[in-house]
Structures are given as structure tokens and as C-alpha cells.
Nanobody, 121 residues
Framework: QVQLVESGGGLVQAGGSLRLSCEASGSIFSVNAMGWYRQCPGKQRELVAAISGGGKINYADSVKGRFTISRDNAKNTVYLQMSSLKPEDTAVYYC???????????????WGQGTQVTVSS
């Protein structure tokens, strides 16, 4: 059993900052990529940022220069530091981890429950 628990969402004014955290816990054998996605009502879920097990990082063009993703491998935790937030960043943010467990060693994707980020203008 694996759980991804997110925290750090909330309401912030435009130009402000928020930091999201996501910890993966359970019978984890190994973790590959971790990342953040977001979804607005009526739209598809989209990649915000991802970081591989080796530290390679990928950002959506819309957040480059404003968001920073990082991870703590010892804690199986991924972070998303969001700065210069804009109203269009408003969405539910989901944590994703590609990992293997002790019961099923082939890797697969796991998702968090989502955390709301609202940016007011």
C-alpha cells in the first residue's frame, strides 16, 4: 500500500508564493520520477514540473522561472516552490510518483489526492 500525501495549498494574492510538499509512504522499494500536475475545471490535467531519480528536471513553459521543484530522496518527498503566482495558476495540484513496491516491483504511477491552489487578482 502506497500513499502520497500533499500539503501546502491555499489562497494567495497574485505575486505571492506557496510551497507544496508531497510525501510518499508505504512499502516503497524504489522511487523513480516525482512530479506535480495541475487541473483546472473543464480542462485536462497538465504537467507542471517533474524531477527524475537522477535529478533531471522538466518544467512547463508557463511556470519556468517562477516555480522550482526539488526532492528529498531520503524522505521520498517532492516539493514545489511557487513564486510570482498568477491567477491563471489557480488549479488543483496533484503529486505524482513513479515507483516500485516490495509487493510489486514493476514501477507504476501513484497519485496524491490533490491540493487546491487559488490565486486572487
Amino acid at each position: 500500500q502506497v500513499q502520497l500525501v500533499e500539503s501546502g495549498g491555499g489562497l494567495v494574492q497574485a505575486g505571492g508564493s506557496l510551497r507544496l510538499s508531497c510525501e510518499a509512504s508505504g512499502s516503497i522499494f524504489s522511487v523513480n520520477a516525482m512530479g506535480w500536475y495541475r487541473q483546472c475545471p473543464g480542462k485536462q490535467r497538465e504537467l507542471v514540473a517533474a524531477i527524475s531519480g537522477g535529478g533531471k528536471i522538466n518544467y512547463a513553459d508557463s511556470v519556468k522561472g517562477r516555480f522550482t521543484i526539488s526532492r528529498d530522496n531520503a524522505k521520498n518527498t517532492v516539493y514545489l516552490q511557487m513564486s510570482s503566482l498568477k491567477p491563471e495558476d489557480t488549479a488543483v495540484y496533484y503529486c505524482n510518483a513513479n515507483l516500485a513496491t516490495y509487493y510489486y516491483t514493476r514501477t507504476r504511477d501513484y497519485w496524491g489526492q490533490g491540493t487546491q491552489v487559488t490565486v486572487s487578482s
